[in-house]
């Protein structure tokens, strides 16, 4: 079946980086736009990036623009998370998702996710 694997996650200090990467098997990764989101126990899930299936069209939560880059390499089928500057309210389990719909920041409209990465920013 479909699996989304990520990785990279880990603990780091206020103002360092992580990249984190997502790993997908048994689907056409072309054909679907990936998106990064977070979950903070107790919260809801929130969109945090996300990249259309040519990875020409980056899309970004206001919270980390400037700040995370996503990218995607469709012969590898994975997709990265580049994430700069980190501040402790980016702690979170991160987790990478695909859809076919255009509705990029609605986790609903993803169809396969991946079980999660855990990043912790200490202050």
């Known amino acids: 079946q479909v699996q989304l694997v990520e990785s990279g996650g880990g603990l780091v200090q206020a103002g360092g980086s992580l990249r984190l990467s997502c790993a997908a098997s048994?689907?056409?990764?072309?054909?679907?736009?990936m998106g990064w989101f977070r979950q903070v126990p107790g919260k809801e899930r929130e969109f945090v990036a996300a990249?259309?299936?040519?990875?020409?069209?980056?899309y970004y939560a206001d919270s980390v623009k400037g700040r995370f880059t996503i990218s995607r390499d469709n012969a590898k089928n994975t997709v990265s998370l580049q994430m700069n500057m980190l501040k402790p309210e980016d702690t979170a389990v991160y987790l990478c998702?695909?859809?076919?719909?255009?509705?990029?920041?609605?986790?609903?409209?993803?169809?396969?996710w991946g079980q999660g990465t855990q990043v912790t920013v200490a202050s």
């Open positions: 048994h689907l056409t990764f072309s054909n679907y736009h």
């Open positions: 998702a695909g859809t076919r719909r255009l509705e990029y920041a609605v986790g609903a409209m993803y169809e396969y």
């Open positions: 990249i259309s299936w040519s990875g020409l069209r980056p």
